[in-house]
């Protein structure tokens, strides 16, 4: 097959899952003009651009790599995207090289209209997402899989999308990237949820393909207990940003998504299931991932 289906597109690129990324950027953006009252600059959207296209490449890739590297043949043929619709693995593999080709041209632009930060940020960006399933010991077989994914997707997209709003105005100082990781660690831990409680569900099927994740490590009892804990921090972590002064009161207002969300967690503990209870898990992270932001930004606007 030389082409892809809407359906077959829709489930190999995770097209879905995209809009995640704009509400990360949607925070870094709401930061600067929460503090400083900044204005993105136009390679602001570009960064935007990027990050949809590079979206696209990691997760194609990752199918593709899963592919690849997988030893159940149950997997390859039933469960990944690839072996299910008898996919073409050559035209799998052009076409994430193609968009990554494109990723990469688009964030040469990018440094060589801004600076070599930028750059930096960048490369252990595409790192992180290439690496995350490539190699003899790729980091979705690892378990810092979970903590570095979720730093990369939350704080990563979230400083540059902040950097990219204020350095043309303003010097960039540590402090000031502290306090964007500060605000960011919703997203990284939500972030942090979600991969561990894909892991979770798929713990027989990563270890039948040799990956090695935290939930590994922990045994499910007790990556369940971390995935609650982790929870119920983050909305006590946003009282202390309100407290501190470093985000606006409107982000109180998620504190009541808390009790239904948890009550429906409930069914997650007693069961974790990729079909049934992961969704829960999913809808009750991304929740948070989507509204923190969007609040953020509403309250930036009354700073």
């Not at 829709?10 to 704009?22: D, G, K, R, S």
């Not at 960048?122 to 995350?132: C, R, V």
């Not at 991969?195 to 569900?201: E, H, I, M, S, Y």
Request: charged share 15%.
């Amino acid at each position: 097959m030389k082409h892809l289906t809407f359906k077959q597109f829709w489930e190999l690129t995770e097209i879905y899952t995209a809009p995640l990324n704009l509400f990360i950027i949607l925070l870094g953006y709401a930061i600067a003009n929460f503090q400083l009252n900044s204005v993105p600059s136009p390679e602001f959207f570009l960064f935007v651009l990027i990050i949809v296209m590079f979206h696209i490449t990691v997760n194609v890739f990752n199918h593709y790599m899963d592919y690849r590297n997988a030893s159940d043949e149950k997997y390859k043929q039933q469960t990944n995207i690839i072996g299910r619709d008898h996919l073409d693995l050559r035209f799998v593999r052009n076409f994430y090289l193609g968009n990554l080709l494109i990723s990469f041209l688009l964030g040469l632009v990018l440094v060589w209209r801004t600076n070599w930060v930028i750059g930096v940020l960048g490369i252990i960006g595409f790192y992180i997402g290439l690496f995350y399933s490539y190699g003899r010991r790729p980091l979705n077989s690892l378990p810092i899989a979970e903590a570095l994914t979720g730093t990369a997707s939350g704080f990563f997209i979230t400083v540059v999308s902040y950097y990219l709003t204020v350095y043309q105005t303003h010097a960039i100082t540590p402090a000031m990237i502290g306090n964007v990781f500060l605000i960011s660690l919703p997203l990284v831990l939500m972030m942090f949820n979600n991969l561990l409680a894909n892991n979770t569900c798929d713990l027989e099927e990563d270890i039948e393909n040799h990956r090695k994740t935290l939930v590994y490590y922990l045994g499910k009892p007790a990556a369940v207990k971390v995935l609650l804990s982790v929870y119920v921090f983050s909305f006590l972590w946003l009282i202390v940003l309100v407290v501190a002064d470093l985000a606006p009161w409107t982000v109180l207002f998620l504190v009541f998504l808390f009790p239904k969300n948890w009550q429906n967690l409930k069914r997650y503990r007693a069961l974790q299931d990729k079909r049934t209870t992961f969704p829960i898990v999913l809808k009750a992270m991304s929740a948070l991932m989507v509204l923190y932001p969007v609040l953020y930004f509403i309250g930036s606007l009354f700073a």
